[in-house]
């Protein structure tokens, strides 16, 4: 019994020591030494504003991390070789951050370029440190894909952006978003992830309809919720979406606003009409660009809806009428001047 265990060990013994020699595990023995130390807490790093911060990986994220089994500790942190290590200069934490930031781009180098276009990288070269790099929003040694469960996109940015995420989860979208329905909006389908465009600026603002479009000019996903698909076609055929797209087509910004989307319905506080408090709000939203129209104002306008014989049937009449007679009178017109050549080429 003895004889069969030793045997049985010895076996595991030499088939691991070949196996480290094949280099199958040579990433993990050289993890394994760094983790030695700091796979366990109570070491600290200082700073020299007189701040410190702990050195402890956890071992575990570690390894189930994205990079886990394919990447090494030296792999990120090249300018460590020895121990004790050689003392950096840092004047705070946040200067550690930023600066191992920097170690991302070596292989990821198309989500850098993305970043070099957005808002947060904008600010961080003005010199606002707290805007984040991809350390703030991927972490450091348990990375994970951010693409699945999409709810952690909103957490994501919500961790800084409070304001806004309070609001959002209140909003129709919001509501169900955290919920885990992923036919809504989270914070990336409107700004994207790396280069988030400055929302302030008027063209975004004119461009944003598209934004809104992507789902609801989806028939499919409409028809799920019950919703009127036609809100995109209707916008742009009524004087606001018209002006609007074109002055976006041109990259012209308009001498004052016109109403696009969220001018109407919200941002981040959108809600449904199927309870009607937001309909009864909508004149109060017309009165912020037309000021002191009576309530009857929305009356004559059709809001999303194409005129039918059900709804604006006045204006269907109007319009059928329009259709008919027009060609009708054209056609009397072209009627007309003809006989009237055959009358002059007859009468010789
Ligand atoms: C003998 C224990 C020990 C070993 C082995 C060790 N470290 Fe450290 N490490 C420390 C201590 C203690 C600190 C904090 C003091 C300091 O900054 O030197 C530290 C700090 C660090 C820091 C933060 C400070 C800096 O200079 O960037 C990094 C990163 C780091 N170690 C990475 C590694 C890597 C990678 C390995 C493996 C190649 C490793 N360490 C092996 C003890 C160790
Ligand atoms: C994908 C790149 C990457 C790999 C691989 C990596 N690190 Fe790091 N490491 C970082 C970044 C980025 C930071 C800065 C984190 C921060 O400031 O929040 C960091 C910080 C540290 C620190 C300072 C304490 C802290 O957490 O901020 C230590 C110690 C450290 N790493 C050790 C290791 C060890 C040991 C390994 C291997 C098991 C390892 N790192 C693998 C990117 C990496
Ligand atoms: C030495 C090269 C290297 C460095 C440095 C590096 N990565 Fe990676 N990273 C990889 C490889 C290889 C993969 C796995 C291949 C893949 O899925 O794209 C990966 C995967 C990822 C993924 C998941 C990709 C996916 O599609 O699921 C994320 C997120 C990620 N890395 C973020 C980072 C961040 C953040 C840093 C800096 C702290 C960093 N990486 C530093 C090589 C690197
Ligand atoms: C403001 C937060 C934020 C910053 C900064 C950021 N990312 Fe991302 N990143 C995300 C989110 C959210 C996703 C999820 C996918 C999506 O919605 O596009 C993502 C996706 C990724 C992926 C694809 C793998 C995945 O998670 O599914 C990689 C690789 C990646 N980022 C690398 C980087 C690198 C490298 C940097 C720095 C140059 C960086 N990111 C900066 C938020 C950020
Ligand atoms: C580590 C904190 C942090 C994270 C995480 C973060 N942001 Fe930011 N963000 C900032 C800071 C700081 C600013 C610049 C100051 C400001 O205007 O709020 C900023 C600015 C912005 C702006 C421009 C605001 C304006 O008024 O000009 C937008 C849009 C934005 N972030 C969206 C996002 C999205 C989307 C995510 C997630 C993918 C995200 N942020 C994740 C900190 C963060
Ligand atoms: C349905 C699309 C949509 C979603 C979802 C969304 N945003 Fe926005 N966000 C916008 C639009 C559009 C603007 C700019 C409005 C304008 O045209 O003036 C904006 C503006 C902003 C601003 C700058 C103005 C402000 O209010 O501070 C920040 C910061 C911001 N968003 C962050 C976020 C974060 C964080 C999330 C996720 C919790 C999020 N957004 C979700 C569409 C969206
Ligand atoms: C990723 C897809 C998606 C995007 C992008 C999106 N929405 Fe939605 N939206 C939905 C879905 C799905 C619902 C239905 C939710 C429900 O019925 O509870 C909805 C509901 C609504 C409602 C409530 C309808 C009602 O009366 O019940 C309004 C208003 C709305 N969205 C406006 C907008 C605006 C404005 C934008 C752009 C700033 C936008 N949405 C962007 C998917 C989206
Ligand atoms: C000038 C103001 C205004 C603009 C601009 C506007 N809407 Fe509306 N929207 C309304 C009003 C008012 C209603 C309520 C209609 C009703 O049921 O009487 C509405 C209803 C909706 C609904 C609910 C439809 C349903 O089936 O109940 C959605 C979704 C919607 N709008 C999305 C959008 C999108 C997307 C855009 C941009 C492409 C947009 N809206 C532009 C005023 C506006
Ligand atoms: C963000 C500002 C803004 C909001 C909000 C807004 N409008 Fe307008 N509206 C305009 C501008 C600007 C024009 C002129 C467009 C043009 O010249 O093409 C206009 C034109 C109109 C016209 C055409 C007649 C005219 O006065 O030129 C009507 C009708 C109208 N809007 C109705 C509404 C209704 C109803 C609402 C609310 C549901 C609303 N608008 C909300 C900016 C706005």
Not at 8 to 17: C, E, H, R
Not at 250 to 267: F, N, S, V, Y
């Amino acid at each position: 019994m003895i004889k069969t265990m030793l045997l049985l060990f010895l076996t595991i013994a030499i088939a691991s020591v070949c196996w480290e020699a094949h280099g199958g595990t040579t990433q993990n023995a050289e993890a394994g030494a760094c983790l030695d130390c700091h796979g366990q807490k109570g070491d600290s790093m200082r700073f020299q504003d007189g701040s410190k911060k702990e050195v402890f990986v956890n071992a575990d994220e570690w390894a189930q991390s994205v990079h886990g089994n394919i990447l090494t500790c030296t792999d990120c942190h090249r300018d460590i070789s020895g121990v004790p290590h050689t003392p950096k200069k840092m004047q705070d934490a946040r200067d550690f951050t930023l600066q191992q930031s920097n170690t991302c781009q070596r292989c990821h180098y198309a989500y850098f370029t993305r970043v070099l276009d957005s808002i947060h990288y904008e600010m961080l070269k003005s010199g606002l440190r707290e805007a984040p790099t991809c350390v703030d929003c991927h972490g450091s040694h348990g990375i994970r894909s951010l693409k699945t469960p999409r709810l952690e996109v909103n957490n994501r940015c919500g961790s800084c952006h409070t304001d806004v995420f309070d609001t959002y989860k209140k909003s129709v979208h919001g509501k169900l978003a955290m919920a885990g329905n992923n036919d809504v909006p989270v914070c990336t389908d409107c700004h994207g992830a790396h280069a988030i465009l400055n929302p302030n600026q008027t063209q975004f603002h004119l461009n944003s309809y598209q934004i809104c479009a992507k789902c609801h000019a989806d028939q499919e996903k409409m028809k799920r919720y019950g919703l009127n698909p036609n809100v995109l076609t209707t916008y742009l055929e009524d004087f606001h979406g018209a002006s609007t797209k074109a002055y976006a087509a041109e990259l012209r910004d308009p001498k004052k606003p016109i109403a696009t989307c969220t001018d109407c319905h919200g941002i981040h506080d959108i809600v449904s009409f199927k309870g009607g408090i937001a309909r009864a709000n909508i004149l109060k939203a017309c009165q912020r660009c037309h000021a002191q129209v009576p309530a009857t104002f929305t009356d004559a306008w059709l809001s999303h809806y194409q005129a039918s014989i059900d709804k604006y049937p006045a204006v269907w009449i109007v319009k059928w009428a329009y259709r008919i007679l027009i060609p009708l009178i054209i056609l009397g017109l072209i009627l007309h001047i003809l006989l009237h050549l055959w009358r002059l080429g007859t009468r010789r």
